[in-house]
Nanobody, 119 residues
């Protein structure tokens, strides 16, 4: 399994921004597509965004399109999620992972980073 460490979450007001980071301890990080998922209170974990191994393609769940941007730095083994124009529905614990074609996670989950959007 691959150790995953997410960070950058916190409390933000509606309309605000946060940048999440995820570090993967993996020598072959650059070979894997990476993704962000989130789990809101009382709900299941859902896919948020994906980026290909070399960063040339991304896709997003419809509710975050135009507001969130996923990116990566293969030299640092880090994947980012820039979240703008946050709203209360974005409140969740955010996790990163690699994923297969069915958008199922490949590795064990990290501890996640909590994001709370509230005035």
């Amino acid at each position: 399994q691959v150790p995953l460490v997410e960070s950058g979450g916190g409390l933000e007001q509606p309309g605000g921004s946060l940048r999440l980071s995820c570090t993967a301890s993996l020598l072959t990080f650059n070979l894997y597509d990476m993704a962000w998922f989130r789990q809101a209170p009382g709900k299941g974990r859902e896919f948020v965004a994906r980026i290909t191994s070399n960063g040339d393609s991304t896709d997003y769940t419809s509710s975050v399109k135009g507001r969130f941007t996923i990116s990566r730095d293969n030299f640092k083994n880090v994947v980012y999620l820039q979240m703008n124009n946050l709203n209360p529905e974005d409140t969740a614990v955010y996790y990163c992972n690699s994923l297969n074609a069915a958008r199922s996670p490949l590795w064990s989950w990290g501890q996640g980073t909590p994001v709370t959007v509230s005035s």
